[in-house]
């Protein structure tokens, strides 16, 4: 029997023109849209469908953008297919994709999450400007490499690993000089490339820690429940229920990295075998065929 699971995706995925479609169409992406105009002070559904794209990749706008259309993307999928929304059996997001699971999960509401993403796009963004920062995709090297590689062109600076995608696809996030060190290393150690990738500074590492007193500060006053169906957690690759385990989980994942590899790996092992990405892109269905040929995933038009 098939088993279904939701993704939902994180910075990076965003592009000008997503969610017009849905909002010229479906009242209840609209609607999503209207309350977010509210909540942040400016008209999203105009900045995701006409951009400029610069302002749309600032990580104090992308974070709501990527969390409001993934969310109309749902309501889309709940028209068009109810039954498998209502079929799901588990969910999971990357990075800030992560917020958006759990208001899919029903243990957070819709307002109350947007307003924690909006304090976290805003202190991360933050954090990244306080120190010149990056991140690198290492393409063609295992974990063990990739810590080796870190090892070495940290040099003084910071360098750690941010992101476990998949096999032969680890980020690693740093000091702007380490990173360059390590881009050009990267390839003497075997990598096939070394991708410096268009953020704003080097999330899920320690720079990010300033950003960790904001963010605990807006999760304090989020009310959470206990989510209808398991969310993975990213710093883990575990579901978790306790709405206090929950909050302390999405301030850690802010200067931890990002296992999706083996959070994949874990609802694989519990037997999901259809999953969906919900929201802008096609990156987690790329990662899912490098992660299990087999599972089938299917996206969302948005």
């Known amino acids: 029997m098939t088993k279904i699971a939701f993704l939902f995706p994180g910075q990076g995925a965003q592009t000008v023109g997503m969610g017009r479609e849905l909002v010229e169409r479906l009242p209840a992406a609209r609607r999503l849209f209207d309350v977010a105009q509210e909540i942040l002070g400016y008209d999203l559904a105009k900045l995701c469908a006409a951009g400029p794209a610069d302002e749309l990749d600032s990580t104090v706008y992308s974070q709501p953008a990527l969390f409001v259309t993934s969310l109309a993307a749902l309501e889309s999928l709940r028209e068009l297919t109810p039954d498998v929304v209502l079929a799901c059996e588990a969910a999971a997001g990357l990075s800030l994709g992560e917020y958006t699971a759990m208001v899919f999960a029903g243990a957070m509401e819709f307002d109350v999450g947007l307003r924690v993403v909006q304090a976290r796009g805003a202190a991360m963004q933050d954090a990244a400007d ?10 063609g090297l295992e974990r063990g490499q990739v810590q080796d590689l870190c090892d070495q062109a940290r040099g003084d600076g910071v360098l750690e690993i941010a ?8 980020v690693i996030s740093g000091t702007n000089e380490a990173c360059e060190r390590a881009a050009q290393l990267a390839e003497k150690m075997g990598a096939m490339k070394a991708i410096p990738l268009a953020v704003a500074g080097a999330f899920h ?11 605990a500060a807006a999760l304090a006053n989020a009310p959470l429940k206990k989510p209808t169906i398991p969310v993975v957690s990213n710093v883990d690759a575990q579901p978790h229920t306790d709405p206090d385990e929950m909050r302390a989980l999405l301030i850690k994942q802010v200067v931890s990295p990002v296992r999706w590899e083996d959070s994949m790996r874990y609802l694989l092992g519990q037997g999901y075998d259809q999953f969906y990405e919900v929201g802008p892109g096609r990156t987690l269905r790329g990662l899912m065929k490098r992660i299990d040929r087999k599972a089938a995933c299917d996206g969302v038009n948005v």
Request: charged fraction near 10%.
């Open 163 to 170: 992101n476990l995608l998949c096999p032969g696809n680890i």
């Open 130 to 139: 306080a120190r010149p920062s990056g991140m690198v995709s290492i393409l």
């Open 205 to 215: 590492t320690q720079i990010m820690q300033p950003a960790v007193e904001r963010l």
